[in-house]
């Protein structure tokens, strides 16, 4: 039983950029999927990146793309997510999830909440002027 946990969030001006990461306190992350969700006040969560278990594969939504890279290190068994030129519109609670194998970022949708086994608690970013 993974537990997740997040970290690196903040406070910072539209531009600005923060890196997230994840890892766990007990097992290990490396033969999983690494999701990042983010639920904006008021909003659903939404998924917003997917890395494969060995990290050769990633996946965005549109509006993160450019912006947003997720990486793994596999020795430090943490994800990370890296935001930079953050707007307003970025600003929510971030969550990070696991779900073992690599069949749901094949074959299924890895933005969707609903596969996913293990969660994180969530970090706040706020990005604001």
């Known amino acids: 039983h993974l537990q997740l946990v997040e970290s690196g969030g903040g406070t910072v001006q539209p531009g600005g950029s923060l890196t997230l990461s994840c890892t766990t306190s007990g097992g290990s992350l490396e033969y999983h999927v690494i999701g990042w969700f983010r639920q904006a006040p008021g909003k659903e969560r939404e998924g917003v990146s997917c890395i494969t278990a060995a990290g050769g594969g990633t996946e965005y939504i549109e509006s993160v793309k450019g912006r947003f890279t997720a990486s793994r290190d596999h020795a430090r068994n943490t994800a990370s997510l890296q935001m930079v030129g953050l707007k307003v519109e970025d600003t929510g609670v971030y969550y990070c999830?696991?779900?073992?194998?690599?069949?749901?970022?094949?074959?299924?949708?890895?933005?969707?909440?609903?596969?996913?086994?293990?969660w994180g608690q969530g970090v706040q970013v706020t990005v604001s002027s």
């Open positions: 999830a696991a779900v073992l194998g690599d069949y749901y970022f094949y074959h299924d949708d890895c933005h969707s909440a609903r596969g996913y086994t293990y």
